[in-house]
């Protein structure tokens, strides 16, 4: 049995949130190298001391929000219920789910993710998709057709990954103009071409 975790102070979370939302805030005005404690403090209404007490310095900042952003998702990914008798529609549902919390959340997200100023996020994102997809194909191997088609799974999972944080990023950039449900729809309907079934006559 796994431990539970205990659940963290209220006063610790609400203090988190202040100095997450005044960095996005910023990272909106100016370039990451002009953000300092002090411009967070004083955007989040708290004294640098404070800050102190949660984070080091802005890149601890920096990776402790990317963590916190990569559990969220990777939560919201393990309590999705999927079908697993249905394969093809297994990651439907969790892609859905994913993409609505992206859009719950869109100020934050659009700022992380849809500008270049900070990769660390983009790039913990797309490690923990590639985790996702390399464990989805491992189960599937048998099933899957890149061995037949002669395609190297390795190169397989680099380009669904980057296809997938590629659309969610240009999403982003793009003000969101199609709801998470459509742009998942699109987005299963494209992978069979590059993940699963053969085109036809072949």
């Known amino acids: 049995m796994d431990k539970i975790k205990p659940r963290m102070d209220p006063r610790i979370l609400r203090t988190r949130q202040l100095i997450r939302d005044a960095f996005v805030e910023l990272l909106q005005e100016m370039d990451l190298e002009k953000i300092s404690v002090n ?5 989040a209404t708290i004294n640098r ?16 929000m990317a963590d916190d952003m990569a559990l969220d998702i990777k939560r919201i990914s393990e309590n999705t219920r999927v079908n ?17 919390h992206i859009a719950e959340h ?3 997200y659009k700022v992380i993710l849809g500008s270049r ?10 490690k923990l998709l590639t985790e996702s997809i390399t464990a989805r194909w491992e189960r599937m191997e048998n099933d ?4 037949t088609e002669g395609i190297q799974k390795d190169i397989a999972i680099w380009y669904a990954s980057s296809a997938l944080i590629g659309t969610i990023v240009s999403w982003l950039r793009n003000d969101m103009p199609y709801t998470p449900h ?9 992978r069979p071409h590059f993940q699963k079934n053969k085109p036809k006559g072949k």
């Open 49 to 64: 001391v404070t800050f102190y007490l949660h984070y080091r310095d802005i890149p601890d900042m920096l990776e402790k």
């Open 182 to 190: 459509f742009l998942a729809k699109q987005f299963s309907l494209l």
């Open 84 to 100: 697993l008798n249905t394969e093809e529609d297994a990651d439907w549902p969790v892609l859905v789910n994913v993409l609505e």
């Open 144 to 147: 899957s057709c890149l061995t």
């Open 106 to 108: 869109a100020k934050f």
């Open 117 to 126: 100023r900070t990769p660390i996020f983009t790039e913990r994102l797309l």
């Open 39 to 43: 411009r967070i403090a004083e955007r």
